[in-house]
């Protein structure tokens, strides 16, 4: 798993080690990892722009799959777009790379930033145009294209999802559009308010964490001979607006408080992104289906976050 210290990656390395054993799954990232990720499992620091270190990585651990998750967020990648094209798709070059010389399955998560102002925004088709306007979204776009690429010309098996926003309680937000509404759940409980970047009618699709990596691994354990997509299948669980979540958080956290203060910048990016995917095609073809809807990933999100506070008002990882 590269990426490790990342959302997902925190959350999908201990899912896979309960799955596989803890002795099969790598952690790296060029961040330093988190304790429960060391203590647990092999581990070690990777650069994935530099390709001999990688295909190092490899070789010694002889993966059957490589979860490719570094990546540069879509409002932090606004900030230094030639870095974020760097990283989000030299990165996966020498990932797709490495794995046709050694032989690797690789999972490249794509977004919902890879759809843009002119794409249908309710029910997002699974192929439909998509024309991103940032720069992160070019960089998904073109992760697709490539992934598919390697596929037909090399038949590297190459596989993927469109994720929407994720929610999680294991990691602090990493500089999405879509933080807030895990910043939500920090801010109810430790001071019982939240001032959100995004309007309180900006509707888009969401997916608890338990339910997104459960979603790659299922996709990655598919008969691949019924997938007729492979690469970059819409999911979606919930559509959520910051009015509607805060309102779902009041009911747990009775006088929490919701403010406004909108950012130009992720609004704009906000408002070019789908209200509601169409996730047909993942349904029909692996039998995804969602587990957790709005009300049950909130009672779940302030329960694991009230129980792993800690006094100074932060919050470690829940189980």
Same mark, same amino acid.
């Given at each position: 798993?590269?990426?490790?210290?990342?959302?997902?990656?925190?959350?999908?390395?201990?899912?896979?080690?309960?799955? /596989?054993?803890?002795?099969?799954?790598?952690? *790296?990232?060029?961040?330093?990892?988190?304790?429960?990720?060391?203590?647990?499992?092999?581990? $070690? $620091?990777?650069? &994935? !722009?530099?390709?001999?270190?990688?295909?190092?990585?490899?070789?010694?651990?002889?993966?059957?799959?490589?979860?490719? !998750?570094?990546? !540069?967020?879509?409002?932090?990648?606004?900030?230094?777009?030639?870095?974020?094209?760097?990283?989000?798709?030299?990165?996966?070059?020498?990932?797709?790379?490495?794995?046709? @010389?050694?032989? &690797?399955?690789?999972?490249?998560?794509? =977004?919902?930033?890879?759809?843009?102002?002119?794409?249908?925004?309710?029910?997002?088709?699974?192929?439909?145009?998509? $024309?991103?306007? *940032?720069?992160?979204?070019?960089?998904?776009?073109?992760? @697709?294209?490539?992934?598919?690429?390697?596929? =037909?010309? /090399?038949?590297?098996?190459?596989?993927?999802?469109?994720?929407?926003? !994720?929610? =999680?309680?294991?990691?602090?937000?990493?500089?999405? +559009?879509?933080?807030?509404?895990?910043?939500?759940?920090? $801010?109810?409980?430790?001071?019982?308010?939240? *001032? &959100?970047?995004?309007?309180?009618?900006?509707? #888009?699709?969401?997916?608890?964490?338990?339910?997104?990596?459960?979603?790659?691994?299922?996709?990655?354990?598919?008969?691949? +001979?019924?997938?007729?997509?492979?690469?970059?299948?819409?999911? *979606?669980?919930?559509?959520?607006?910051?009015?509607?979540?805060?309102?779902?958080?009041?009911?747990?956290?009775?006088?929490?408080?919701?403010?406004? %203060?909108?950012?130009?910048?992720?609004?704009?990016?906000?408002? =070019?992104?789908?209200?509601?995917? %169409?996730?047909?095609?993942?349904?029909?073809?692996?039998?995804?289906?969602?587990?957790?809807? #709005?009300?049950?990933?909130?009672?779940?999100?302030?329960?694991?976050?009230?129980? +792993?506070?800690?006094?100074?008002?932060?919050?470690?990882?829940?189980?």
């Amino acid at each position: 798993v590269t990426g490790a210290a990342g959302q997902i990656g925190s959350a999908l390395v201990p899912f896979l080690r309960e799955r /596989y054993g803890a002795d099969r799954v790598l952690a *790296t990232d060029l961040r330093a990892l988190p304790g429960p990720l060391t203590a647990e499992g092999p581990h $070690r $620091r990777l650069d &994935c !722009l530099d390709p001999e270190a990688l295909d190092e990585a490899v070789s010694d651990h002889r993966p059957q799959v490589i979860y490719h !998750l570094a990546a !540069l967020l879509s409002a932090v990648a606004e900030e230094d777009p030639s870095r974020s094209y760097r990283v989000n798709m030299d990165g996966l070059v020498h990932v797709l790379e490495v794995a046709r @010389e050694r032989g &690797c399955a690789v999972f490249v998560p794509s =977004s919902i930033a890879a759809f843009g102002p002119t794409s249908p925004r309710d029910e997002t088709p699974q192929e439909t145009i998509q $024309r991103p306007t *940032t720069i992160y979204g070019v960089t998904k776009v073109a992760g @697709e294209l490539l992934s598919d690429y390697y596929h =037909s010309r /090399y038949g590297l098996d190459v596989r993927g999802l469109r994720f929407p926003g !994720l929610i =999680s309680p294991g990691t602090l937000p990493g500089g999405g +559009t879509t933080d807030y509404a895990v910043e939500i759940f920090h $801010r109810a409980l430790s001071e019982g308010r939240y *001032t &959100c970047f995004l309007r309180p009618d900006t509707q #888009l699709d969401f997916m608890y964490m338990p339910d997104a990596v459960r979603a790659a691994v299922e996709l990655m354990e598919a008969d691949g +001979t019924k997938l007729a997509y492979r690469n970059a299948y819409n999911v *979606t669980a919930m559509q959520i607006t910051p009015e509607g979540l805060g309102e779902a958080v009041r009911r747990h956290i009775p006088g929490f408080r919701m403010d406004y %203060d909108v950012d130009p910048l992720r609004q704009r990016i906000a408002d =070019s992104w789908p209200r509601r995917l %169409d996730d047909s095609a993942a349904r029909a073809e692996w039998g995804w289906e969602p587990f957790y809807d #709005l009300e049950a990933m909130t009672a779940h999100m302030v329960e694991a976050l009230s129980e +792993t506070a800690l006094p100074e008002g932060r919050y470690g990882h829940a189980p």
